[in-house]
Nanobody
């Protein structure tokens, strides 16, 4: 049974940082690319960042490029999202997703950027 459990969200001031984690189980983590998505209130879910199975290649949405870093720990079956210089518009529920095969979503973790 595939499971994705996101954590690390919270309330942060503009300019602050958070590190999200997504712990996975139920599949061979190291052979899949992994992504982070987010959904802001009243908006469509959007792709934030993707990392290749080895971790050697990453891609980012233009809106987060230079501020967010995706990484993975294949030994821990976990993907991370380091978020720096957070802005109000980064407020959203953040989800991780396996890329390939059946689509599974976790429950997400809420990030609120507010002063």
């Amino acid at each position: 049974q595939v499971q994705l459990v996101e954590s690390g969200g919270g309330l942060v001031q503009p300019g602050g940082s958070l590190r999200l984690a997504c712990a996975t189980s139920g599949f061979t983590f190291g052979i899949y690319a992994m992504s982070w998505y987010r959904q802001a209130p009243g908006k469509e879910r959007e792709l934030v960042a993707t990392i290749s199975p080895s971790g050697g290649s990453t891609n980012y949405a233009d809106s987060v490029k230079g501020r967010f870093t995706i990484s993975r720990g294949n030994a821990k079956n976990t993907v991370y999202l380091q978020m720096n210089s957070l802005k109000f518009e980064d407020t959203a529920v953040y989800y991780c997703r396996r890329e390939g095969g059946a689509i599974y979503w976790g429950k997400g973790t809420l990030v609120t950027v507010s002063s």
